[in-house]
C-alpha cells in the first residue's frame, strides 16, 4: 500500500519518530554526568535541526561530531545556567517559606519578592529553551549567546509559547498519563520543537539583530 511507501507522509512520520526516540538515548546517556547536558542537548538540536530538513545522514555520528565539537561552549553555559537554576530554586523555596509564615505587610513585602524571582525564572527558561539550539545554529561568544537566546526568546513569543507547549506537554503525559513516553521525551521535543526553530534561527542569524556576530 502506498501509505507505507518510504517517500509516504506516513512514514517520514514514522521515521522522524524513532529518529526523536533514538536521538532521546543518546541525549540521554550522555547527560548522565550531569556537567554534559549543555553539550548533549546542544548535539540533539544540531541532529534535530538536520532532520527537520530532511538532512539527517548517520544519526550517531552526526551526534557524537556536535557533541565533541560544542563541548567546550555548550557545558561553559550550562554550567553558568546550572548555578542560576540553584539559585533561583533556593530563593523560591525561601521566599515560598517566609511568605507562608508572616501576614499583614511582611507577607505582601515577601510575595512582591517572590513575584520578582518567579518573573526571574520565566527568564531562565527562555534562556534554556533557546541557547543551545543556538549555539547548534550560530558561532558567537557566550555573552551574545546568552543575550540573543533571551532578546529571540522575548520577541519571538509564538515560537516560545509553542515550544515550551510541546516540552510540557510531554512531561504532563509523561507524569500523568503515559510514563513509558518518556522512551521518546527530549528527543522527540526537539525534532517537533526544529520545525519551528530551524526557519526561525536560521533567517535571524542572516540578520544584524538580534542574533548578532561580536567581532
Not at 527558561?125 to 547548534?136: H, I, N, R, S
Request: charged share 10%; aromatic share 14%; glycine share 6%.
Amino acid at each position: 500500500m502506498a501509505i507505507f511507501s518510504y517517500e509516504s507522509k506516513f512514514s517520514q512520520i514514522v521515521l522522524r519518530i524513532t529518529y526523536g526516540c533514538y536521538l532521546n538515548l543518546l541525549w540521554f546517556l550522555t547527560s548522565i554526568p550531569i556537567i554534559t547536558i549543555g553539550a548533549s542537548t546542544t548535539a540533539l538540536y544540531s541532529v534535530a535541526f538536520k532532520v527537520s530538513r530532511g538532512e539527517e545522514g548517520r544519526i550517531g555520528h552526526q551526534f557524537f561530531a556536535a557533541f565533541k565539537s560544542n563541548f567546550k561552549q555548550a557545558t561553559t553555559l550550562w554550567l553558568i545556567l546550572l548555578v542560576l537554576g540553584i539559585v533561583l530554586g533556593v530563593d523560591v523555596y525561601v521566599l515560598t517559606r517566609l511568605r507562608l509564615a508572616y501576614t499583614g505587610a511582611l507577607a505582601v513585602f515577601w510575595t512582591l519578592l517572590l513575584a520578582i524571582v518567579i518573573a526571574a525564572c520565566i527568564v531562565y527558561t527562555v534562556e534554556l529553551m533557546y541557547v543551545f539550539p543556538l549555539v547548534a545554529k550560530v558561532e558567537n561568544t557566550n555573552a551574545a549567546m546568552l543575550k540573543n537566546s533571551l532578546l529571540i526568546g522575548t520577541h519571538y513569543l509564538n515560537c516560545t509559547i509553542v515550544v515550551f507547549a510541546i516540552h510540557f506537554a510531554m512531561f504532563f503525559v509523561a507524569v500523568r498519563l503515559f510514563t513509558p513516553i518518556l522512551v521518546f521525551g527530549e528527543g522527540l521535543c526537539a525534532v517537533a520543537s526544529s520545525y519551528l526553530l530551524d526557519p526561525l534561527l536560521t533567517a535571524l542569524a542572516t540578520k544584524p539583530t538580534p542574533v548578532e556576530e561580536e567581532e
